[in-house]
């Protein structure tokens, strides 16, 4: 049996993501060992996976909670999620490239240490910023993008972060030669230090490699771009893949009346983070005449829930979507791809990176509705929640997509692949 190392980003998104790929994984016998930042310590150890510990800087004074460092990022950026996304870009954009870049140099020598005392047989690495110690340690790795599939560049597809529609090139000129002028020098000073580690160059203005042995994408086939050159050999898409780790979840008894609807409310756990935000939404929401179940996130102590809601800081996402008829989400790509999974349209309230290419995605397909996150009126989303529940052929093209992902298992075919590279390397 081999032993697969998974190497997830330090937030819930990519980690539950690969939760999925490892319970498969560890489920045919492999052994499955999960590097994480020394705050997610006891996380994975309790889902009943071996957890690799490491810090991508410097210790804090006290202890803390997990993903806290991106918790206080976005608490302290967020006013820069009001303003249009080309000018996020030198507002919230490079600044998180630039925390990534110096997580990934502090890093360096405890990644490689774990990695020779673990001897994989392949990494996983799920990351939108690369690591030098996997292309420069000559060990198999496959690269895992849970993003919208616009990080992977095409003439035919909009730049990445912007949001923009697919029909409509107003603009794309102009975003993508102002990506380059904010990110061009940190991308330099990083290619630069890929290469002093023993790693190969950079792709241009990319801050990750592509692996030669393996690389997936998580998007559902029919909400994917066309595009002008198809992808190179050796990338795999991903329609799904949803963790079957989840604890159970069932709804309050009593919660609802006959004829009314369940929605869930899910920022994802750094959105949430915004407090004046989900304040609005309660409040928005309190006025619907169906119920609510909402992912409360890291500051649940600081806004109650309506009437007509029940929540909690943490839920078990995969078991509550099967219940809910209706998804509205930040438009992160777990979210959205999960929402795919069980068939749930989506009111998509967009922050930040590619959350604004997932909601027009979602909006120019007709899957959901895109909403200004801070500038929508309250009418204007509970409009959209009961013009979306009351779509019956949106459910029937929603049930068929279901259908088509639950039959084909997307963590099942990346176990597959995995397996594969670490067969091929041995």
Request: aromatic letters at 10%; charged letters at 25%; hydrophobic letters at 40%.
């Amino acid at each position: 049996m081999a032993t697969v190392v998974l190497f997830p980003e330090g937030a819930f998104g990519p980690t539950n993501n690969c939760i999925g790929i490892g319970d498969v994984l560890r489920r045919r016998g492999h052994r499955v060992v999960f590097v994480v930042e020394e705050s997610f310590a006891g996380t994975l150890e309790a889902k009943g996976f071996e957890e690799a510990t490491m810090r991508l800087g410097p210790p804090p004074e006290k202890e803390e909670e997990p993903g806290q460092f991106w918790k206080d990022f976005i608490r302290d950026t967020a006013p820069v999620f009001r303003r249009p996304t080309i000018e996020q870009l030198e507002g919230f954009i490079q600044p998180t490239w630039q925390a990534l870049v110096d997580g990934a140099k502090y890093v360096e020598p405890r990644l490689r240490e774990i990695l020779g005392e673990l001897e994989p047989d392949v990494v996983v690495e799920d990351n939108v910023v690369g690591f030098a110690a996997l292309p420069a340690g000559g060990r198999p790795w496959v690269r895992i993008v849970s993003c919208n599939p616009a990080e992977l560049k095409d003439p035919e597809v909009p730049p990445t972060f912007s949001g923009y529609a697919a029909g409509d090139r107003d603009g794309w000129d102009e975003f993508r030669a102002e990506y380059e002028r904010v990110h061009r020098p940190l991308w330099e000073e990083f290619d630069s230090f890929m290469r002093e580690q023993g790693a190969p160059a950079l792709p241009e203005l990319e801050f990750i490699h592509e692996s030669p042995w393996a690389n997936l994408y998580l998007y559902p086939e029919e909400a994917d771009y066309p595009r002008a050159r198809p992808l190179e050999e050796g990338w795999t898409r991903l329609d799904s893949c949803v963790r079957g780790t989840d604890e159970a979840w069932d709804e309050p008894p009593g919660f609802r009346a006959d004829g009314q609807k369940l929605v869930y409310l899910s920022l994802g756990s750094l959105g949430s983070a915004d407090v004046e935000l989900m304040r609005k939404l309660v409040e928005e929401l309190a006025a619907s005449p169906h119920r609510f179940v909402v992912s409360k996130g890291p500051q649940h102590d600081l806004f109650e829930l309506a009437e007509n809601m029940t929540g909690a800081e943490f839920l078990p996402q995969a078991s509550i979507l099967p219940s809910v008829d209706l998804v509205v989400t930040h438009g992160g790509n777990n979210t959205v791809t999960e929402s795919f999974f069980f068939g749930k349209p989506m009111v998509v309230l967009p922050l930040f990176w590619d959350q604004y290419d997932n909601a027009q995605r979602v909006h120019e397909l007709r899957y959901g509705t895109r909403l200004d996150t801070y500038g929508h009126a309250p009418d204007e989303l509970l409009g959209a929640i009961d013009r979306l529940l009351a779509d019956e052929l949106l459910a029937e093209r929603l049930g068929r997509i279901s259908a088509r992902l639950h039959s084909d298992p997307g963590a099942v075919e990346a176990a597959d692949l995995v397996e594969r590279v670490a067969a091929r390397a041995t």
